[in-house]
């Protein structure tokens, strides 16, 4: 399976601290992407890192990438309830169109 | 609409019965994929579809699973004979494909339940 895995499968996090999650994938790549689902919804794009880059910032949220290691990590910084959700990394098997995706980490914000 | 739509958005039927779950790619969009979703589990890839390219197909679990995707806009997924273990979310996802961006836009999913 080309998926990757992310590392935990769930977090629980009080309000205000940060959140790390990891992602280990198989393959090389062009970009990996994270995604966040919120319960019972569909995916919604959060970030995308090149294989090139190494560290990539949208507001609260930091990624990074090491492709020596194939893996990469999502931090939430100064969590809020609202970020209560599951992450997912995409990888796109160096194809550049076809993503795998990995099975998430579920994330509770406890207010 | 401004976004992929699925429909239904709910579908329950009886084990060995023939289900179609159809998807509306945000206009403009050359690519489109199905996915599946079981319960508390990750994407698996079923199809893809760009352009009018034959699409790839590796991700189908069995025969019984088919896509059309017609006038390289609409997209149907097929489930012949259905199985309790099709149960499932199926999502379907569009992307402009520009080189090297590759960001996928979700549509909210088709819950599938075999009785």
């Known amino acids: 399976s080309q998926q990757g895995e992310e590392d935990p499968q769930a977090l629980s996090i009080q309000e205000g601290e940060n959140a790390t999650m990891n992602c280990s994938y198989k393959t090389s790549i062009n970009n990996l992407q994270w995604y966040r689902q919120n319960s019972g919804r569909g995916l919604v794009h959060l970030i995308l890192i090149r294989s090139n880059e190494r560290e990539k910032h949208s507001g609260r949220l930091r990624v990074t990438l090491d492709t020596s290691k194939k893996s990469s990590s999502l931090l939430i910084t100064a969590s809020r309830a609202a970020d209560t959700a599951s992450y997912f990394c995409a990888t796109d098997g160096g194809t550049g169109n076809q993503f795998y995706f990995g099975t998430g980490t579920s994330l509770t914000v406890i207010p | 609409g401004a976004g992929v739509s699925q429909s239904p958005s709910n579908k329950v039927t009886e084990k060995g019965k023939d289900v179609e779950l159809r998807c509306d790619p945000i206009?403009?969009?050359?690519?489109l994929y199905w996915y599946r979703q079981s319960l508390g589990q990750g994407l698996e890839f079923l199809i893809y579809?760009?352009?009018?390219?034959?699409?790839?197909k590796s991700g189908l679990p069995s025969d019984r699973f088919s896509a059309e995707r017609t006038g390289g806009s609409v997209s149907t997924l097929t489930i012949q004979r259905t199985q309790q273990e099709d149960s499932a979310v199926y999502l379907c996802a569009s992307s402009p494909w520009t080189s090297n961006t590759g960001e996928l836009f979700f549509g909210e999913g088709s819950r599938l339940t075999v009785l």
């Open positions: 579809f760009q352009g009018n390219s034959a699409p790839d």
């Open positions: 206009s403009g969009h050359t690519a």
